[in-house]
């Protein structure tokens, strides 16, 4: 049951909901949230750390002509096909920023991880993709498909191995990269090999109509409107199908909207189903789910052991 009255209209629920999440977060005036929001934009300014020893990067790869259709490729020094031909497994990493924001540059987007697994022999792809308010959110879905395809017909020049990708999102990022997972065919129609399967990186709009029809953020009306018709073709959990690669489903147990919800109902659907998906949660902020991914814990451990059993090469690089 929800705590927010029902003789609130929808907008003034997506207000009171804001407020409640600001004050969640310890900001309680119009002036607070706004200085919190200029911290946030200048945070998703942040660009990388330098690269680590024996790290390459290929930068601004187009997959189209638009000017934020590119791609970041990080490579091990050797990448190359070693002499029994075997090439190098691929993660493929969409960023967050509430279809917005973001950039495929940004610290916490790619730090960790490109020090965690390129040395390790895994090559690391980070995609940036068109943004609301130009580029509605079924087309960003669209721009990361195509950027998928292109990967993959571009890997063997960088010595990675078409077949061998897992796909990585965060936030909005990970709602992409789980529609994608539980539709193959959006990027298969655009020249996309299958893939290995997917980790999904604190989503909350797994099940895009019964999320829109709770109260919510006004962000997300801007990303996904008012058509349950829009909703439900959005919604990775209305369309998954039988045969869709595996999901790995991380969620933050600190966010006020209960992601972890969300990532169990979509474990459970799939289960059913026949398919395999599996959740963990950490009792990380939602920033901390995708900033922390590659340090030396237990939370990279368990995403490595993740995809380590996707692929026996994949768990050769990881040393599983």
Same mark, same amino acid.
């Given at each position: 049951?929800?705590?927010?009255?029902?003789?609130?209209?929808?907008?003034?629920?997506?207000?009171?909901?804001?407020?409640? #999440?600001?004050?969640?977060?310890?900001?309680?005036?119009?002036?607070?949230?706004?200085? #919190?929001?200029?911290?946030?934009?200048?945070?998703?300014?942040?660009?990388?750390?330098?690269?680590?020893?024996?790290? =390459?990067?290929?930068?601004?790869?187009?997959?189209?002509?638009?000017?934020? =259709?590119?791609?970041?490729?990080?490579?091990?020094?050797?990448?190359?096909?070693?002499?029994?031909?075997? !090439?190098?497994?691929?993660? @493929?990493?969409?960023?967050?920023?509430?279809?917005?924001?973001?950039?495929?540059?940004?610290? !916490?987007?790619?730090?960790?991880?490109?020090?965690? %697994?390129?040395?390790?022999?895994?090559? @690391?792809?980070?995609?940036?993709?068109?943004?609301?308010?130009?580029?509605?959110?079924? =087309? &960003?879905?669209?721009?990361?498909?195509?950027?998928?395809?292109?990967? $993959?017909?571009?890997?063997?020049? %960088?010595?990675?191995?078409?077949g061998r990708f897992i796909l990585m999102g965060h936030s909005a990022g990970a709602h992409l990269v789980s529609l994608i997972n539980a539709q193959p065919a959006l990027a298969q129609r655009l020249?996309?090999?299958?893939?290995?399967?997917?980790?999904?990186?604190?989503?909350?709009?797994?099940?895009?109509? $019964?999320?829109?029809?709770?109260?919510?953020?006004?962000?997300?009306?801007?990303?996904?409107?008012?058509?349950?018709?829009? %909703?439900?073709?959005?919604?990775?959990?209305? $369309?998954?199908?039988?045969?869709?690669?595996?999901? &790995?489903?991380?969620?933050?147990?600190?966010?006020?909207?209960?992601?972890?919800? &969300?990532? $169990?109902?979509?474990?459970?659907?799939?289960?059913?189903?026949?398919?395999?998906?599996?959740?963990?949660?950490?009792?990380?902020?939602?920033?901390?789910?995708?900033?922390?991914?590659?340090?030396?814990?237990?939370?990279?451990?368990?995403?490595?052991?993740?995809?380590?059993?996707?692929?026996?090469?994949?768990?050769?690089?990881?040393?599983?």
């Amino acid at each position: 049951m929800s705590l927010i009255s029902p003789m609130f209209g929808n907008k003034a629920r997506a207000a009171l909901c804001g407020t409640l #999440l600001l004050a969640a977060i310890g900001v309680g005036t119009p002036a607070q949230a706004q200085g #919190l929001r200029a911290k946030l934009a200048e945070r998703a300014q942040a660009t990388a750390a330098p690269l680590p020893p024996g790290v =390459q990067k290929i930068a601004d790869v187009p997959y189209g002509p638009d000017a934020r =259709q590119r791609m970041d490729i990080y490579l091990p020094s050797s990448s190359a096909p070693n002499p029994s031909g075997m !090439r190098t497994p691929v993660i @493929f990493m969409v960023h967050g920023g509430g279809w917005r924001n973001g950039d495929k540059a940004m610290g !916490r987007v790619v730090d960790n991880k490109v020090a965690r %697994w390129v040395p390790r022999g895994l090559i @690391f792809v980070s995609v940036n993709y068109r943004l609301l308010p130009d580029t509605p959110v079924a =087309q &960003q879905a669209q721009d990361v498909a195509q950027a998928l395809a292109t990967a $993959q017909q571009q890997a063997a020049q %960088w010595g990675g191995d078409a077949g061998r990708f897992i796909l990585m999102g965060h936030s909005a990022g990970a709602h992409l990269v789980s529609l994608i997972n539980a539709q193959p065919a959006l990027a298969q129609r655009l020249g996309a090999w299958p893939w290995l399967g997917a980790v999904s990186l604190d989503s909350a709009m797994l099940n895009v109509p $019964q999320f829109m029809r709770a109260p919510h953020l006004p962000l997300y009306d801007d990303a996904f409107g008012t058509n349950p018709v829009y %909703w439900h073709a959005m919604s990775p959990f209305h $369309q998954w199908v039988s045969g869709a690669p595996p999901y &790995q489903f991380v969620c933050s147990t600190e966010r006020p909207d209960q992601p972890c919800l &969300q990532a $169990q109902a979509m474990a459970r659907h799939v289960h059913t189903q026949g398919g395999r998906a599996e959740v963990l949660p950490q009792p990380l902020t939602h920033g901390e789910v995708n900033a922390e991914l590659g340090l030396d814990s237990d939370y990279t451990r368990a995403v490595e052991g993740f995809m380590a059993s996707l692929d026996a090469v994949v768990a050769q690089k990881l040393g599983r």
